[in-house]
């Protein structure tokens, strides 16, 4: 491996992708819809300004990614030794300034929005997403559910920041469609939103129990070595259960108000992997099991954010 593609890997490329892919979408197919339905009704965020929130996700995140992996490098000798990029490409003390650079350039933006917008909750929130992705590498990953639940929210995180990006004093002065506006975006932002929660809080339990060799050794408490690897399974199943009866409530109620394209999708693209899931979970047993459950787990977030499209295809 050379040292661009080592970079790459470090800062998790693809996963930087796709969180500017689904603010992008949601963006594009959610927010600027929504405001043609909302006669005389103006979004906060112009292009311009939505780029710039996009760009300080993004980088809060590589940094997010960075240090994990800087605290990381022991356990990931263990669980990946072919994948470590640091100390064998990428020296520590290098590792640490990207990760300031990346999460001071994030932070620099956020603060940048929250003036354009004339809204400081962007640069407050992010500057807590950058506090607790600190903590979470440093402390809260090796504890009992408090590591998978931050990363859950800050998966959310990169739908709800759009939306916060819209509220403010400009909710307290608000005519009837600016109001509409709003409340609309909240409902799409809580529906994604709580999408994202879901499926990364049940990717989160399946990689402990993948990595669960590696912690044990460095004294991490994740759940499959606390509860054990049933209790963990019964729990991540309860959760898929959810989500899936969330997502059939939802394609339910796009059949009844004839958004049928949207609701074959959710079908097919949401609910039939999450069923496979369910099922794969039951008969995991070893590293490669979960490891091809967690790659399936994340195609369905995928999926799931990708049905935004179908609000452009499908009407709003």
């Not at 050379?2 to 959610?30: G, K, S």
């Not at 307290?172 to 929660?197: H, P």
């Not at 899936?244 to 949207?262: K, P």
Request: glycine residues 6%.
């Amino acid at each position: 491996m050379n040292l661009p593609a080592a970079f790459l890997r470090l800062v998790r490329f693809p996963n930087l992708v796709f969180i500017a892919c689904t603010q992008a979408l949601f963006y594009f197919c959610i927010m600027l819809p929504q405001q043609t339905a909302f006669p005389g009704s103006i979004l906060t965020l112009g292009r311009t300004d939505f780029f710039l929130v996009m760009a300080a996700s993004v980088l809060i995140a590589a940094g997010g990614y960075v240090i994990n992996d800087y605290f990381d490098l022991n356990i990931d000798k263990i669980n990946r030794p072919d994948t470590l990029v640091i100390e064998k490409l990428i020296k520590r003390r290098w590792a640490m300034v990207w990760h300031l650079i990346f999460s001071i350039g994030g932070l620099v933006l956020s603060f940048l929005i929250s003036m354009r917008i004339g809204n400081i909750l962007p640069a407050l929130f992010n500057s807590l997403v950058v506090l607790m992705l600190w903590m979470y590498s440093t402390t809260f990953k090796r504890q009992l559910l408090v590591g998978n639940i931050i990363i859950s929210l800050l998966t959310a995180w990169v739908v709800l920041v759009l939306y916060v990006c819209e509220v403010g004093m400009r909710f307290v002065r608000a005519d009837r469609n600016q109001l509409g506006l709003i409340i609309s975006i909240y409902k799409m932002a809580i529906l994604y939103g709580g999408f994202a929660f879901m499926s990364s809080l049940i990717r989160e339990v399946v990689k402990d129990m993948e990595d669960m060799h590696g912690d044990a050794r460095y004294a991490c408490r994740t759940m499959p070595i606390v509860w054990g690897v049933r209790a963990s399974k019964i729990f991540t199943s309860v959760w898929i259960v959810v989500l899936f009866f969330s997502v059939f409530a939802l394609a339910v109620y796009s059949f009844i108000i004839q958004r049928w394209i949207f609701g074959a999708y959710l079908t097919v693209g949401v609910m039939l992997p999450l069923l496979v899931s369910l099922f794969r979970l039951r008969d995991a047993s070893d590293i490669r099991d979960y490891r091809n459950l967690s790659r399936l787990v994340k195609f369905v977030m995928l999926s799931g954010i990708l049905s935004m499209v179908l609000f452009l295809l499908d009407g709003t």
